[in-house]
């Protein structure tokens, strides 16, 4: 079992940053892809942004250049840093394991965090 935990969220300006965390209960580097998602009331989840345990990133195309996803292996945590917010970045945000060495359908989700940008 590996239990995610995310913080950081908040209300934010237009312009403004928030740098979301993920702890893992255990090491993000037996964890093939940790990732962050965001779903907004009525619309799908999707996928922010992902690293994979050798750290490669990737990103949905609507927050590069503004996020960035990033790792602290002695903290066991994961971060999103987001830059230049958007009203449309609302959402709630969800961190996400997939993947370890003793099960490949290892599926875990954290509780998620709101994320509010006004105008």
């Known amino acids: 079992q590996v239990q995610l935990v995310e913080s950081g969220g908040g209300l934010v300006q237009a312009g403004g940053s928030l740098r979301l965390s993920c702890t893992a209960s255990?090491?993000?580097?037996?964890?093939?892809?940790m990732g962050w998602y965001r779903q907004a009331p009525g619309k799908q989840r999707d996928l922010v942004a992902v690293i994979i345990s050798g750290g490669s990133t990737n990103y949905a195309d609507f927050v590069k250049g503004r996020f960035t996803i990033s790792r602290d292996g002695a903290k066991n945590t994961v971060y999103l840093q987001m830059n230049s917010l958007k009203p449309e970045d609302t959402a709630v945000y969800y961190c996400n394991a997939k993947g370890t060495p003793w099960n490949p359908h290892f599926d875990s989700w954290g509780q998620g965090t709101q994320v509010t940008v006004s105008s």
């Open positions: 255990t090491s993000i580097f037996s964890i093939n892809a």
